[in-house]
């Protein structure tokens, strides 16, 4: 899988790629990531991306030429399954639409800053619309690393079993049952019985309790009955 990445902050990817799960992907060869700085797509010498709103009111917003230099560039070298604009107003973000998005090949995601891109590329240019949820961040760097994240732990090889992501919450529409490890007792807290059992059955029966009563508490709506 490929992911491009077009911001005005690619610093901000430094961390979140660099460690862990998607360092070593990345290490594999199981996922490209590029980043692309949208001022290298300016059209003038202050490699300006924003401009004022047209009708006043307040902050910038970003201009259609710059994103639609950068992502045609794009286009002109491989074929794109999504162009995803991060938006506070777009589909919310869930493991099913990781899911989806994972058995994808080439995918861009556009972060906005300031008041958000003019609408026009929203309108012409981008293919889908996502929220990482009902709240309003600076920009949309944080929301596509959440959503590379998302998707990349999901592609055949990058988690090893131990870590398998079809043991997680929401993968079968159930959030995951509680987890222990040593010691079985800490400051009198013990772990329950039945996990020391042995007996594969009756934890497996436990467990499947446990993330049916956890979802009725915790997540109703996913309708665990
Ligand atoms: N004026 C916009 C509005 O009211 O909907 C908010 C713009 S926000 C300050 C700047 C950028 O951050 C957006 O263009 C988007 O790319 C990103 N962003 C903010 N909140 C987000 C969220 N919940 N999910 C995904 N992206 C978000």
């Given at each position: 899988m490929r992911i491009d990445i077009i911001t005005i902050f690619p610093e901000m990817f430094e961390g979140p790629f660099?460690?862990?799960i998607i360092k070593r992907a990345r290490g594999k060869g199981l996922v490209e990531i590029q980043l692309h700085n949208l001022r290298d797509y300016a059209t003038?010498?202050?490699?300006?991306?924003?401009?004022?709103?047209?009708?006043?009111?307040?902050?910038?917003v970003m201009m259609i030429e710059p994103i639609d230099r950068c992502i045609s560039t794009l286009k002109q070298q491989r074929s794109?399954?999504?162009i995803i604009y991060l938006s506070p107003d777009g589909?919310?973000?869930?493991?099913?639409?990781?899911?989806?998005?994972?058995?994808l090949q080439n995918l861009i995601l556009l972060c906005g800053r300031y008041k958000g891109v003019d609408e026009r590329v929203r309108e012409h240019l981008i293919t889908k619309?996502?929220?990482i949820g009902d709240y309003v961040l600076s920009g949309g760097e944080l929301a596509a690393a959440v959503l590379t994240d998302s998707i990349i732990r999901l592609l055949p090889g990058v988690l090893g079993d131990e870590t398998s992501a079809l043991s997680d919450s929401f993968q079968d529409g159930l959030i995951a049952?509680?987890?222990?490890?040593?010691?079985?007792i800490y400051k009198g807290w013990e772990v329950p019985e039945?996990?020391?059992s042995g007996d594969e059955k009756k934890i497996a029966e436990w467990k499947h309790h446990q993330s049916i009563s956890r979802t009725k508490a915790r997540r109703p709506n996913l309708d665990p009955d």
């Open positions: 660099s460690e862990s003038d010498t202050h490699k300006k991306v924003d401009d004022y709103a047209f009708s006043g009111g307040a902050g910038m794109y399954d999504e589909n919310i973000l869930t493991q099913a639409v990781s899911n989806e998005l994972s058995l619309e996502i929220s049952p509680p987890v222990y490890t040593r010691p079985r039945i996990l020391l």
